[in-house]
């Protein structure tokens, strides 16, 4: 039985922590700490019971000196970092202080300059060993359960994999011109990057959401998905070292695609400060303000995501093509949660990662990615958390690229 403690209480938050006090079982105790503290009251007041005891705090996560003094005031097993990648190094730093195991959902980022590498948190690996603590990176959907999938099918259906295509499809529809379904600030960074995969042992750079292709997905039909650059492709080339090829894809409607052009052309999502009416602000950070906020978007957004991993190998010297994936459909995540399926699909792979680490069934001291343990109990609590898997031999229904 475990004391957790989350940080952030945004959109993926409100998801994890509502798994995290469905999961009495594991977790006895949980300290929902953030910026607001009202929205962290708002959670505590409704998931406190008799199995789950639940407190709201405030934190500045960019403090590492806050966030110790949080731990220290409740000595969590866990901290589960839901905020935003910029707090991911104080609360790492925190976590070793204090001797406290970590997770996050996504890669560290610093705000005055796009762009993310696990380089950045890789580097702490020794300083959590001699603490003896382990830190979990990228426990979400993407990164996080698309490296499960990947190790899941390298455990039970090939000898080597030669390449791995992650599709992230969302069928989903918010009614907005424009609007993202994560962080706004977060999302819009990343999508601006130039794309990125991994081929023959190199990195290959293309301009941004310069290369589509169409797909036709279960439960959403044809969508074009554009290559981006997105953090598990790094550490699954470091532990699947045969796979000759990784990429990722993502979705894209045209209108989201005009707007975010315009928005670019005008330099509103760029991360430089400017002077305005004699006061220092960021583009992007202003946009983010203006921008749906993506808690909102439960009750408006219907239809699926569907995100999974196209795998190709051998297998006893045959060639073997494997298709994993999730549906999740945003009415029933809302109904649930009061969230949509993005927030829906990163909240639970994040309490269940956070669930197999108080058990010591994921256990370890370093820093370590999710490709580094046994895919199995992650995959079977998919099933049981809300985000059942389907997989499919010769997936035919997908157009086949050898690009
Ligand atoms: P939100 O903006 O909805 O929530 C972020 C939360 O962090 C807010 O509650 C915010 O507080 C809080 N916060 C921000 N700064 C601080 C700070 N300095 N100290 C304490 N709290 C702070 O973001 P999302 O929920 O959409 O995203 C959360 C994380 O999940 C991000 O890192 C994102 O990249 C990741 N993610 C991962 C995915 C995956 O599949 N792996 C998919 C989608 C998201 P306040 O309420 O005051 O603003």
Not at 218 to 228: A, E, F, N, P, V
Request: glycine share 8%.
């Amino acid at each position: 039985m475990s004391k957790v403690l989350v940080i952030g209480c945004g959109a993926v938050a409100s998801v994890a922590i509502q798994k995290i006090a469905q999961n009495h079982e594991v977790f006895k105790e949980m300290v929902i700490a953030s910026r607001t503290k009202s929205k962290c009251e708002h959670f505590a007041s409704k998931l406190n019971s008799k199995n789950i005891k639940v407190i709201a705090e405030e934190v500045d996560a960019d403090n590492k000196d806050n966030v110790i003094s949080l731990i220290q005031k409740y000595h969590p097993d866990i901290v589960v970092n839901v905020a935003l990648p910029y707090q991911n190094i104080p609360i790492m730093e925190a976590c070793i202080e204090t001797k406290t195991h970590y997770l996050d959902t996504a890669c560290a980022e610093i705000r005055e300059q796009a762009g993310f590498e696990y380089g950045t948190q890789w580097v702490y690996h020794e300083k959590f060993k001699e603490a003896g603590v382990m830190a979990l990176l990228g426990s979400g959907f993407d990164p996080g359960v698309t490296s499960v999938f990947s190790m899941y099918a390298k455990k039970h259906y090939f000898d080597t994999i030669d390449t791995i295509d992650i599709l992230d499809a969302n069928g989903g529809d918010h009614g907005y011109p424009f609007a993202t379904n994560f962080n706004p600030e977060i999302n819009i960074r990343e999508v601006t990057l130039p794309g990125r995969y991994y081929e023959n042992g190199k990195w290959v750079t293309i301009p941004a959401l310069s290369r589509k292709h169409e797909y036709m997905l279960d439960g959403i039909g044809s969508k074009d998905m554009y290559l981006m650059y997105h953090e598990e492709i790094e550490s699954l080339a470091k532990f699947i070292p045969e796979a000759k090829r990784i990429r990722f894809f993502m979705s894209f409607g045209q209108s989201y695609l005009t707007h975010l052009r315009v928005l670019e052309n005008v330099g509103m999502t760029s991360v430089k400060p400017i002077i305005f009416q004699g006061q220092e602000i960021v583009p992007i950070q202003f946009l983010r303000a203006i921008l749906p906020d993506p808690a909102s978007l439960g009750p408006r957004t219907k239809g699926k995501t569907n995100i999974g991993c196209i795998i190709k190998g051998h297998k006893d010297s045959k060639p073997v093509s494997y298709y994993v994936y999730n549906m999740c459909d945003h009415e029933e995540a809302y109904k649930e949660t009061g969230s949509q399926a993005i927030a829906y699909t990163t909240g639970v792979p994040a309490m269940i990662g956070a669930a197999l680490m108080v058990q010591g069934i994921w256990s370890g001291a370093g820093v370590f990615n999710m490709e580094q343990f046994d895919p199995d109990p992650f995959m079977d609590m998919l099933n049981k958390w809300g985000l059942p898997w389907k997989e499919n031999f010769n997936p035919v229904f997908i157009e086949d690229y050898e690009d």
